[in-house]
């Protein structure tokens, strides 16, 4: 099967957000984002990092029946549209650092939840990573049924 070589750049964006899905039971993420997934899964939850290019984790999520998080109002931060929900992030503190850290909870169609956290070096890197979990998308045929 010869194809004209000038669909070549056509098709190559493709390849890209393609390999930007392939991480088992992690939710799609966008390919612009510049993250890839790390994926790791038990017999009744998955786990999943997005990885920046120098393989630091700009945030983490557990895909489980239940979250060991328990949001508490008073820690309300900032408010995002993740996969058409409205979603909550919480404030949280890692004794002796001055880390941005993000706590939250989603609840996906198939009944399980997404815990999901959010560390960051400075208020600008915070914001750059919670943009970038609003790229996420839940859908039932791309989670695993671990």
């Known amino acids: 099967?010869?194809?004209?070589?000038?669909?070549?750049?056509?098709?190559?964006?493709?390849?890209?957000?393609?390999?930007?899905?392939?991480?088992?039971?992690?939710?799609?993420?966008?390919?612009?984002?510049?993250?890839?997934?790390?994926?790791?899964?038990?017999?009744?939850?998955?786990?999943?990092?997005?990885?920046?290019?120098?393989?630091?984790?700009?945030?983490?999520?557990?895909?489980?029946?239940?979250?060991?998080?328990?949001?508490?109002?008073?820690?309300r931060a900032e408010h995002v549209n993740i996969d058409g929900r409205d979603v909550t992030?919480?404030?949280?503190?890692?004794?002796?650092t001055d880390i941005q850290a993000r706590e939250t909870v989603v609840e996906l169609p198939d009944g399980r939840v997404a815990y999901m956290w959010v560390q960051a070096q400075t208020p600008e890197q915070l914001s750059q990573v919670l943009q970038q979990t609003q790229s996420m998308k839940f859908g039932a045929t791309r989670l695993s049924s671990n």
């Not at 194809?3 to 088992?24: E, F, V």
């Open 1 to 75: 099967m010869n194809k004209p070589l000038w669909l070549l750049p056509l098709l190559l964006p493709l390849a890209g957000a393609a390999s930007a899905q392939d991480a088992g039971g992690c939710p799609y993420l966008a390919a612009d984002t510049g993250l890839t997934w790390e994926h790791r899964s038990t017999a009744d939850s998955d786990f999943c990092r997005a990885l920046r290019a120098d393989g630091s984790e700009a945030f983490g999520l557990t895909i489980a029946k239940d979250s060991p998080f328990k949001p508490k109002g008073g820690n």
């Open 89 to 96: 992030w919480y404030r949280t503190e890692i004794a002796g």
